[in-house]
């Protein structure tokens, strides 16, 4: 019987990875089974104890085994026939709903899996249960070698190998604790039988799972127990010398928790540069994938930690940020895992067939080893491109190591990875799917479900079958599905609908009430203390409840339940306390009773919550600014937050980016005190920095203009809001796009304001994956009572509730039919006679930009602050006034002075004149400086307007899906919500700085600037050698802001590093893969591999050279606190080329997250001092805010007309948005801009700019005002766009004490330059511009109209051009485009039919070109003809991104002329950066690509596109592009709403 059951338990081993059902019935479950059920029959005596117990042991680990490769391989299958489903799915959704015409959310949805959550068949109870016979194997293990003396089983080899697997597989299921256990029975059988380098190996493990437990004094006990080991190893074995560099990888990780960082960095240097490391075994894999992970540890330390000196000896050896380094060792990871079909793989059926998984010898342990190690590099590998914002590569990370997970059921992984997704779903803004994450976390670990545990049967009889053998089992290939698991139509759930109506009102039109959604709540949080549940008693689950908690509580407050968020985290800073004292207490008994010697007080440190405790300090931090009366909880909060962190650990990633993340919570309660000494504006503390500001006579004069009617409307209003809502202040301009506050209890809730009536309308669904609508949706104000969702049906009357009669059906009634019809179906020329048709306003917020009260005061007479620490920043002067730097965004908090409601607002800022007939006229509510931004922006004159009595309103279309027309636009109204994603924050501002001005009870004598720059100083050298985007490019702003011209240099460099932050961390990771790449293709042998992972100078390789200095020119600068790193960017601006202007233009505002009004734009260009302009366009006429708003008001009216069915009413409506758009255009000159409109333009040739420039500094300079010579070279290259009252403005804001005198100097030197300046320029403009800016077309400006202009990411991009011409002679920049070499894409998915019938016979005819017309292209061919041809024209719809979705890998060639929708457009997600196709063309190397900001209509965009090709393919060899450009943006009928949507980024090209 005993032997019967030792061959059932091989035979088990056998069945696990081999199909034998031909030959018999038994399963491997089924033979561990009956094993045991055999071993529980055999008597026991003294002489067969310790087999039975080992056999019993092996059975119970097989069983584990078979039971986990048993679901693994059913997921695998599952995945498979879901993955069929899903595809014929989303055909099946091509054909009904059409196709996705824009590219901006094709990254998300490529990433969307609406089947994510069906892999979860798991939970605690059920993981539990599972892994209690591996529980059971470990117990037998330990009593059976709790004797000291060798065991008799029957193979001692087979013992220590299943020990092995045992701890691999503990690790891989996330419990480290039973990990270090098991690995310690290795090293007491590893020392019973002699064998030193068995029991090496198992304390080098033992201490590996200590530092990931973050406890380094327990790994520096088993460390030094482990050296002893290591003196009595044969060291001629060749596994020794593994085991030797394995000691060094782990004392160089010692090394760097107790700060010895020169000492560790040898270490670490001598392993990489061993020659051993490369060896191509899965051992060596795996040390070297750690040696990497520990890489990553060092460059990811501070300056003040790990000197420039020291980093340099880390770059010479190939990685020079942690992200690419982690991305190396997860790479090794992932070549190993391919082969068990865990992820998918590039390749073929075959050669996963001939590379299975064999099932013998080592790979039994290294298989559950690989897994573990991967779960950990790709937790800190996602943790890691989080905190840099490069959030999409992180999300697809995380979702393969989650679907892993899911698949071998290791819950705690499982939880891990769905709290890391959480986090980046909040990045994002989705906090719908944060929600749906969090719940899947709270099922893993709190569900009563009950899974079937398949149990062996009873009598199982091996019957053999004549038959061959399956194979190895190939379940991770394409298998279809049985019948039964075909799709199939199933029931509505009730679940949230009431069976019994209980709505007041008419059931014929009123739809059921739809149940509130239960909030769930954690029911971990009432356990007791000392609690043994199976929750309670896990180290790793108690971490990750905690991580929940603090998860749960930002999305509390994201959604403004500050109570509930406030208080979660008070909760969760408190249990962190009791868990790391119970972790330690774990951690010592455990060590204690294995190692059997008392735990050194000193040793027991645990920090396994540390980054946790600092991420909660850092929200408790932001939300008690924001409190009533935060001054004392506040500073304390701060002190304890920051002497916290500087007593951690360096080696931990992250805590820089939360002390940098404190620092400026610091700062910003500063200034708020400072503020006062300014009268509330905060603004103006920095003026004195800047040699111009806005007149204040000219601010002064907007604040007191007369009280309109609609003004003195809205004081009425006002005066009628509740007890509570009184005390609350006004609320200042923001962006229509912004989210709907959510007011509750705690918050301040927006005042009430009057509405023209709406018809009712149902509200549009929106899909799972948008978070967007749970945040509209539960937008509601609380000043009013919760009205039940009703749906109203489609023909519902204006302004009536009741149910009326059958209505007649309209002519112009919206359709839901899909209707064909398009621009081309309009005469040339519109009727003459026909008039224009009204409009609905767009939806506009009626608040002010500037806060009550505020005033731009001068500095210069109140300067109650100190002067800025000389020794503190070499870049300002010690002459100089006050300065003062302000605080980072917290992304995805929104501001406090948002109002409740902001989709309905538009039809209160502008005119709407209801027809007469009805005899109703609708309040208006406009405050003043908005009526005057509006009466700018209308674009219609009065006579216009007064001609409105025929025309009719737009019908509202609401979230509509249907497309009116063909239009290459994005019919699920992507782009609007993407754009407004940019703005979307919390309605409770925490750096409410009026709030916090009147509460801190600080006198403002007791602060000073000093202390302000300081803390922002030590925040950005803190993090400026791997920043996060959002923190760093505001540090780089204020710091920017508070500099001024008093260190042109240091404030050009700062607002030139505030764009394109992730954009470098992508840049970067692109080059080092390619230059990985290389290497590796030019290595012969291993031998030589070695040899050139350093770059050697004079490398012969051209290409291997420019990627060299590529990856040093968009490398992070590490900055020290004594200065900043500014001569790499003096050295920047000597290799602009001559004739090029760069202008960099950034929105700043002071509250972090918010969308600012003022405008720093920096004019660099070759061989001249940069001049930075500080414009508060809060005090013009129309706020840059106010210009954001109207911009996406108009796209949002686009969308809504487009859905007209009606010719003319279509036809009037885009004509319309055509004049709004000409407004906007030129408000951003006159107003925006205003009298510094020339910084835009290129400097004009010869010396007479100058001299002038030089006699004006003279003249001013004896009237008192000193200004610098390039600002007034700058300001008289516009002289001919000047107008007096630009010239006054100058002189008021260069001199308020004699602004006549000043004016008449101006006004004379302006005459005198205007003649020279008048001709246009020959230079080219180069515009940088922020991720609010990037939206807006400003090409089309007047004074840019007739001037070349492109966009580029920032400075570096323009410099990596250059360095392209020099390194590549056959480049397009250099030899021009071959127009015979084009390669084009005409209507890829065949509804185009306009576009194909007018261009194809053309395309086809052109000799060279070669294309393909009504169909996709194949997978490879865009990407090739992106590598090989100089001209790659694309006529669809998008940019087509899902042709290119290997373009990160190509080396881009070819100018890129993209005419489908918005296929320039960028998408801004919460408080990240913009993302789009156009900018991934710009990192492939694309020399030019152009394409269009917004949505566009076939047949115009059509004509720009006939006239740009057939004018400049006519003009023959040298013909600029960019010139026919300009030229072509007449060609359309709509020359703003088409003709300005066109626009390019790159470097000037011309034919050949």
């Known amino acids: 019987v005993h032997e019967r059951a030792v061959i059932l338990i091989e035979l088990a081993q056998v069945l696990c990875y081999h199909d034998y059902t031909e030959q018999t019935e038994c399963s491997a479950l089924d033979s561990t089974h009956e094993a045991l059920r055999l071993l529980d029959m055999v008597p026991k005596t003294p002489h067969n104890e310790e087999q039975l117990q080992d056999d019993k042991a092996q059975a119970l680990l097989w069983l584990y085994i078979c039971t986990i490769e048993n679901k693994m391989h059913e997921s695998i299958k599952q995945e498979q026939r879901t993955k069929n489903s899903q595809a014929q799915g989303q055909r099946n959704a091509q054909v009904l709903e059409g196709i996705e015409t824009n590219d901006l959310g094709y990254e998300d949805k490529s990433q969307d899996d609406k089947f994510l959550y069906l ?136 090394c760097l928790a107790n700060c010895k960082v020169e000492e560790g960095l040898r270490l670490l240097l001598e392993t990489l540069q061993n020659p051993a490391l490369q060896r191509p075994s899965k051992l060596w894999y795996l040390l070297r994938a750690s040696t990497l992970q520990l890489m990553a540890l060092y460059l990811g330390l501070p300056p003040s930690t790990l000197p420039l000196a020291l980093r340099q000896k880390l770059y010479a050896q190939g990685w020079k940020t942690p992200e690419t380094a982690l991305s190396d060792a997860h790479k090794l990871y992932r070549s190993i895992l391919s082969n068990f079909l865990l992820i998918s793989s590039e390749k073929s059926a075959k050669d996963v067939l001939d590379h299975l998984f064999v099932d013998h010898g080592d790979n039994l342990v290294q298989k559950w080893q690989v897994l573990a190690d991967m779960f950990v590099c790709s937790e800190m590998f996602v943790s890691l491109l989080g905190k840099i914002e490069t959030v999409s590569e992180a999300k697809a990370f995380c979702l393969e190591a989650l679907k892993i997970s899911m698949k071998l059921q290791s819950l705690r992984w499982c939880a891990r990875f769905l709290v890391l997704k959480n986090e980046l779903e909040f990045q994002r803004g989705e906090l719908e799917l944060c929600h749906s994450d969090l719940e899947q976390v709270l099922f893993l670990l709190e569900s009563g479900a009950v899974f079937e545990m398949k149990e062996g049967k009873g009598d199982v009889k091996i019957k053999p079958k004549k038959g061959r053998s399956k194979g190895k089992k190939t379940e991770g290939l394409c298998s279809e599905p049985s019948e039964e698991e075909q799709p199939f139509l199933r029931e509505v759930s009730l679940e949230f609908v009431d069976t019994v109506s209980t709505q007041k009102g008419n059931s014929l039109t009123d739809s059921p009430v739809l149940k509130p959604k239960l909030k769930k709540h954690p029911s971990f949080l009432t356990h007791p203390d000392g609690c043994c549940c199976s929750l309670c008693s896990d180290v790793v689950l108690l971490s990750i409840c905690l991580r929940w908690l603090v998860a749960s509580a930002e999305v509390e407050l994201a959604l403004g339940r500050k109570g509930e968020g406030l208080q979660l985290l008070e909760v969760c800073l408190k249990r962190c306390a009791a868990v790391t004292s119970y972790t330690s207490h774990m951690v010592a008994s455990m060590f204690q009773s294995n190692c059997r010697k008392a735990v050194d007080q000193n040793v027991s440190t645990v920090g396994l919550l540390d980054d946790l405790v600092a991420r909660i300090y850092v929200s408790l931090a932001k939300r008690t600014m924001s409190t009533s009366q935060p001054q004392k909880k506040l500073w304390k909060l701060l002190e304890t937050s920051l002497a916290m962190l500087s007593s951690k650990r360096p080696q931990l990633l992250g805590f820089e980016y939360q002390k940098a993340s404190l620092l400026l919570t610091k700062a910003i309660a500063t200034i708020s005190v400072l503020s006062f000494s300014h009268k509330g504006c905060v603004a103006s503390i920095f003026s004195s920095a800047w040699p111009w500001e806005y007149p204040s006579s000219l601010c002064e004069t907007k604040e007191n203009m007369p009280m309109t009617a609609e003004k003195r409307q809205l004081k009425v209003v006002q005066k009628t809001k509740p007890e509570r809502i009184q005390e609350t202040k006004p609320f200042p301009v923001v962006l229509s796009t912004d989210p709907p506050a959510l007011a509750d209890s705690t918050t301040q809730a927006a005042p009430l304001a009057t509405r023209l009536p709406v018809e009712p309308c149902t509200p549009a669904q929106k899909s799972f994956a948008t978070a967007r609508t749970s945040r509209s949706t539960a937008a509601k104000p609380t000043l009013s009572t919760k009205a039940p969702f009703k749906i109203f049906e489609e023909s519902s009357s204006r302004l009536k509730t009741e149910l009326s009669k059958a209505p007649k059906v309209s002519r112009r009634m919206k359709s839901r039919l899909k209707v064909v019809f398009s621009d081309d179906s309009d005469p040339e020329g519109l009727p003459e006679t026909t008039q224009e048709m009204k409009l609905p306003a767009a939806k506009e917020l009626a608040a002010s930009t500037c806060r009550p009260g505020r005033k731009a005061v001068s500095s210069r007479t109140q300067s109650g602050v100190s002067l800025v620490k000389t020794e503190r920043c070499s870049t300002i002067r010690s002459d100089d006034g006050p300065s003062a730097v302000t605080a980072k965004p917290w992304r995805g908090r929104p501001s406090s002075r948002r109002t409740a409601k902001r989709e309905k607002p538009q039809e209160e800022k502008k005119m709407l004149n209801e027809p007469e007939e009805k005899g109703k006229e609708g309040l208006k509510i406009v405050e003043e400086r908005l009526e005057a931004g509006c009466e700018v922006l209308r674009g219609l004159s009065e006579e216009e307007a007064a001609e409105g009595d025929r025309r009719r309103l737009v019908p509202e279309l609401n979230g509509t899906e249907d497309d009116q027309e063909v239009l290459r636009r994005d019919a699920s109204a992507d782009l609007q919500e993407t754009f407004q994603a940019s703005e979307k924050r919390n309605p409770t501002d925490p750096f409410d700085l009026h709030l916090l001005s009147s509460s801190l009870e600080v006198a403002a004598d007791s602060f000073s600037m000093d202390s302000v720059y300081e803390s922002l100083q030590d925040a950005f050298c803190s993090i400026s050698h791997n920043p996060p985007g959002a923190v760093y490019s505001h540090l780089c702003q204020l710091m920017a802001l508070c500099i001024g011209s008093r260190d042109p240099v240091a404030t050009a460099y700062l607002v030139s590093e505030s764009v394109a932050v992730t954009l470098r961390h992508q840049i970067m990771s692109t080059i080092h893969k390619r230059l990985d790449k290389m290497k590796k293709a030019s290595v012969a042998s291993a031998s030589r591999h070695l040899e050139t992972l350093s770059l050697q100078e004079g490398h012969t390789d051209p290409l291997l050279q420019c990627l060299s200095e590529l990856q040093n020119l968009f490398a992070f600068s590490c900055s020290s606190p004594a200065k900043l790193e500014t001569e790499d960017f003096k050295e920047q601006l000597r290799q602009i080329p001559a004739g090029i202007t760069v202008c960099v233009l950034t929105l700043v505002s002071i509250e972090p997250g918010a969308v600012g009004d003022i405008l720093l734009l920096t004019r660099l260009e070759k061989d001249a001092v940069p001049v930075t302009l500080q414009i508060q366009t809060m005090h013009s006429k129309v706020p840059l805010s106010m210009v954001l708003s109207k911009f996406e008001a108009i796209l949002k009216e686009q969308k809504e007309i487009s859905n007209l069915t009606e010719k003319e009413d279509w036809w009037l409506g885009r004509t319309a948005l055509d004049k709004r758009m000409k407004a906007l255009i030129e408000s951003l000159e006159r ?322």
């Open 1231 to 1552: 107003h925006v801009l205003g009298c510094w409109r020339g910084a835009l333009l290129p400097d004009c040739e010869g010396q007479g700019l100058a001299q002038g420039a030089s006699s004006l500094q003279k003249a001013l300079r004896k009237c008192g005002c000193e200004v610098d010579l390039a600002l007034l070279k700058v300001m008289l290259t516009g002289s001919h766009l000047l107008t007096p009252e630009d010239v006054q403005c100058l002189a008021q804001g260069l001199s308020p004490a004699q602004p006549e005198r000043v004016q008449n100097l101006l006004q004379e030197a302006v005459d005198k330059a205007a003649p020279h300046t008048h001709q246009a320029s020959s230079g080219h403009l180069v515009l940088v511009l922020d991720k609010h800016l990037q939206k807006l077309p400003w090409e089309n400006i007047p004074c840019l109209k007739s001037q070349t202009v492109t966009r580029l990411p920032s400075l570096r991009f323009l410099l990596s051009y250059l360095l392209t011409k020099k390194y590549r002679e056959e480049s397009v920049l250099n030899q021009g485009i071959n127009v015979g070499s084009t390669f084009y894409v005409l209507n890829p998915q065949g509804n185009l039919s306009g576009t194909e019938k007018m261009f194809k016979d053309w395309f086809q005819s052109e000799p060279g070109w070669t294309g393909v017309v009504g169909e996709a292209p194949a997978t490879d061919q865009v990407p090739s003809a992106l590598e090989e041809r100089d001209l790659y024209i694309y006529a669809g719809h998008g940019a087509g991104a899902r042709f290119m979705d290997s373009i990160s890998k190509v080396d881009c060639r070819a100018v890129a002329l993209l005419f489908g929708c918005s296929s320039a457009a960028l998408a801004v997600q919460g408080n990240l950066e913009g993302t789009g196709i156009i900018l991934k063309f710009i990192l492939a190397g694309c020399p030019l690509a152009l394409g269009n900001l917004w949505d566009v209509t076939d047949r115009d965009i059509d004509r720009y596109m006939t006239a740009l090709l057939k004018n400049w393919l006519k003009a023959g060899s040298g013909a600029p592009l960019l010139q026919y450009v300009l030229q072509s943006r007449q060609a359309p009928k709509l020359r703003y709403m088409i003709g300005a949507a066109p626009v390019a980024y790159g470097l000037p090209v011309s034919l050949q």
């Open 119 to 254: 892999g979860i068949t798991f939970n605690l109870s059920a993981d539990s249960a599972q892994s209690k016979c591996l529980d059971d194997a470990y117990d037998l293990w330990k009593q059976l070698l709790s004797k000291g003396q060798v065991p008799a089983v029957r193979s001692v080899e087979q013992t220590m190998t299943s020990l092995h697997i045992m701890a691999a597989l503990y690790r891989m299921m996330g419990k480290p604790l039973q990990a270090i256990e098991s690995y310690f029975l290795i090293s007491e059988l590893s020392s019973v039988l002699a064998d030193a380098l068995g029991m090496t190996n198992a304390l080098c493990q033992i201490a590996k799972l200590f530092f990931q437990l973050e406890c380094p004094g327990y790994a520096e006990t088993i460390l030094r127990e482990a050296e002893a080991c290591w003196q009595s190893v044969d060291r001629s074995k060749d596994s020794s010398l593994l085991t030797n560099q394995m000691l060094a990888v782990l004392q160089s990780r010692l």
